[in-house]
């Protein structure tokens, strides 16, 4: 079976996470098509002229080869084809992915959309019969889709949602078992913070309810972060005045913070297994791909209860902070109001569930081996691969 990945994205997480080499048997090919080409001009222009003056955003979502690419089928993550070469798109959110449907779910209330030229075409693409499946993440990304499609032509819907299944990411056991240890001031609790964006990963709250809790009440606690503290441009609103602070409190703190600016993901993996506690107490995430790992590291994870984080966490195998929210999972996060009630309640639920932990070390084992047991049941690489070869057996189905 020979399976077409779009080329510029071959190496992308996403991918490599969810669609590269998960089927041993397969063959997977770069492939190239028109829009690939379009936006290789596009940031090519940006750049030289210095500022971001043709959008590429659509341009990353769409797919084009004319039928050119010599493959059985086609895999994309958020993408659309508009050929008649079978094709499959895993998604996070909503398919398809363009600038003016993707934050319709941001807010309180749900905006509602009108279907464009744009907008019917990669709908048209989606019920046509090259489509054989849309894969979204979680249930979350399953609701989005349906919430979104009740806006927008009823001759799309129903096929549309008859091809919808929800298949989680797959995820490899990283340790045999969780074997409980003694903390003390002279062995503390280890806590962890991964991801790039860190300021939407709630970094700011974390920093700020540690160093309350190590300094002022001179809790057993101590943290990890492995982040590029990257600015980003929603969520958390963060600027490079933020970025100075967080480097500046981090220094301040090196007697009880380790900090990694980047880590190739298996040394961020080593990491993470001599940690006891992970964390994404996050203000928007699509999934959350860090909870599964701390997970099948044997570590309890404390998260917000955003999107589809509730799905992959909760009080058995972890905590949940819960923050505001809207219909959709959401957090509220658009206002300056919204997110400082949303700050607010992630430091507040932190800091519960840190001094909860310190005060009965004995439940992080407990709760890692059920995070571990989750993992075995619920992400098993192989049952993933058998669902995916199911999926890509309709392409034969309809020669």
């Known amino acids: 079976m020979k399976i077409g990945i779009l080329a510029y994205r071959i190496k992308y997480y996403s991918y490599l996470r969810n669609i590269l080499n998960k089927i041993p048997d397969a063959e997977y090919i770069p492939v190239n098509d028109l829009y690939s080409f379009l936006r290789k001009g596009a ?24 039928d050119l690419n010599r493959v059985d089928l086609l895999h994309f993550f958020n993408g659309v084809s508009y050929g008649r070469t079978p094709w499959v798109s895993s998604f996070e959110t909503i398919l398809p992915r363009f600038s003016h449907l993707v934050t319709r779910h941001h807010g309180q209330e749900i905006a509602h959309v009108s279907p464009d030229a744009l907008t019917r075409r990669g709908l048209e693409a989606l019920a046509g019969r090259s489509c054989l499946a849309i894969l979204p993440l979680s249930q979350s990304a399953a609701l989005m889709q349906t919430d979104l499609l009740k806006d927008l032509p009823a ?31 002279d062995n503390p609790i280890r806590f962890i913070l991964v991801g790039a964006a860190f300021f939407r990963k709630g970094g700011r709250e974390v920093l700020e309810v540690f160093e309350r809790l190590v300094r002022q009440e001179k809790l057993p606690v101590r943290l990890i972060i492995v982040s590029s503290l990257r600015i980003e441009p929603y969520a958390a609103k963060e600027t490079e005045e933020d970025v100075a ?3 500046a409190k981090i220094a301040e703190n090196a007697d009880w913070i380790e900090y990694y600016p980047a880590l190739p993901n298996a040394d961020t993996l080593a990491l993470m297994r001599t940690a006891d506690v992970g964390m994404l107490p996050s203000y928007a995430d699509t999934y959350g791909f860090s909870v599964l790992e701390a997970q099948a590291s044997g570590l309890p994870v404390i998260t917000t209860d955003i999107r589809a984080l509730p799905e992959v966490n909760n009080p058995t195998v972890g905590w949940l902070i819960k923050v505001p929210k809207n219909a959709l999972g959401e957090a509220l996060y658009v206002t300056v109001e919204e997110r400082e009630v949303l700050s607010h309640s992630i430091r507040a639920g932190l800091e519960q569930s840190v001094r909860h932990i310190a005060a009965d070390p004995g439940q992080i084992a407990v709760k890692g081996a059920a995070a571990l047991d989750r993992i075995r049941k619920e992400h098993d690489p192989a049952a993933y691969a058998d669902a995916l070869r199911q999926i890509y057996g309709l392409a034969f189905q309809k020669k």
């Not at 819907?157 to 298949?167: E, G």
């Open 43 to 66: 940031l090519f222009v940006n750049r030289t002229l210095g500022k971001p003056l043709l959008p590429v955003f659509n341009l990353n979502n769409q797919f084009e080869d004319l």
């Open 155 to 185: 001759e799309y819907a129903q096929p549309i949602l008859d091809k919808m299944r929800v298949l989680h990411p797959p995820q490899e056991i990283l340790v045999p078992e969780v074997k409980a240890r003694e903390y003390s001031s």
């Open 245 to 247: 602070w967080a480097k």
